[in-house]
């Protein structure tokens, strides 16, 4: 879901700079806040995870392929939405410049899509899933699949905006490509969190207990 | 399990997809420049032939559209080291993977709260 430098105008790039520097600062605020010194090897590794994974293209139907995003997982195994602005935007750098996958004008338009809605859905997505089923692996599932979705959404709009799709074809097809690759995101979502949670129970921040 | 050895298993289930991926990983377009060709036609919705010209000139028309025509070049274009083959996409994903924890380390490290 990379938009490349072509797709946005300039002008309007910028715009989703400003967006994407505000969530970066607040989750800097959060890491001074909340991410504590026993948290920055979980980080370390999350990020190298999650920079694997999404190189790891999956054929869904249509000719098509999608890989993982992983803010939802980083938003809930650090406990905070922030905490998948601040792992996304760091992977989003390194792909963009040193890979060249994901444009970089338009970068905080992936950060914004990818890191905040990826991390406020998932997060969030989870705690009230959570709430109401109770199985945490089945909430992350659906926190994953559902930040995936609502990512692709927002992307379809903003692409609109830019006029390189129109709306109601832009909405269809991302909408309908990412409903499929949602079920990656969900998947890999719950089973790295159950491996995670089996591997080091005490690592995992509990929804309840967490402020931003 | 201690810290590091939870760290160390980390790092190797990364490398491990990472040297994996261009193995494994499908070819096709992703979700959404399979959008973009679908809708600009040069590739059916609901079908998996590309047509290539057609795909070139959508992306012309986007750059046309948008007046956004930024270009940089990246050290290893698409996860590629120009030059080497599957070694080198291998290559590229294990370098991103090793660049990926250094800078996440170092910035998680300057940023995290003090214990004390």
């Known amino acids: 879901m990379h938009i490349p430098d072509a797709f946005i105008p300039m002008g309007q790039a910028l715009v989703y700079w400003v967006i994407a520097l505000i969530f970066i600062a607040l989750a800097l605020r959060w890491a001074r806040r909340s991410m504590g010194e026993e948290k920055i090897p979980l980080v370390a590794v999350l990020a190298a995870g999650i920079f694997a994974i999404q190189a790891l293209n999956i054929p869904i139907p249509w000719g098509t392929s999608g890989h993982m995003v992983g803010a939802a997982l980083a938003a809930i195994v650090l406990g905070s939405p922030f905490a998948g602005v601040f792992v996304l935007t760091l992977v989003l750098l390194v792909q963009g410049i040193i890979f060249g996958d994901g ?17 406020f859905v998932g997060y969030y997505g989870y705690a009230a899933v959570k709430g109401v089923i109770g199985n945490t692996y089945a909430a992350a599932f659906i926190a994953g699949w559902a930040s995936l979705f609502i990512s692709a959404i927002l992307c379809a709009v903003e692409l609109a905006i830019a006029g390189t799709f129109p709306l109601s074809l832009g909405l269809t097809f991302m909408g309908t490509y990412h409903a499929v690759i949602g079920l990656i995101e969900g998947g890999i979502t719950a089973v790295a969190l159950y491996l995670i949670a089996s591997a080091r129970p005490d690592i995992l921040e509990h929804p309840q207990a967490v402020s931003a | 399990m201690e810290t590091e050895q939870f ?61 956004n025509d930024f270009s940089y070049e990246a050290l290893m274009p698409d996860y590629t080291i120009p030059g080497l083959d599957k070694v080198g996409e291998v290559l590229a994903i294990v370098l991103g993977t090793v660049v990926m924890i250094a800078l996440a380390y170092g910035i998680a490290r300057v940023t995290a709260r003090p214990d004390n």
Not at chain 2, 11 to 21: G, K, Y
């Open chain 1, 103 to 119: 444009g970089i004008t338009v970068m905080g338009a992936n950060i914004v899509n990818m890191g905040v809605v990826g991390g």
């Open chain 2, 7 to 67: 760290v160390i298993i980390g790092i190797v289930i990364a490398l491990v997809i990472a040297v994996a991926a261009p193995f494994l990983a499908s070819g096709n377009p992703d979700g959404l420049e399979s959008a973009f060709f679908s809708i600009h036609e040069a590739k059916p919705f609901m079908g998996s032939e590309l047509d290539e010209e057609a795909a070139g000139a959508a992306e012309e028309e986007a750059i046309a559209t948008t007046g």
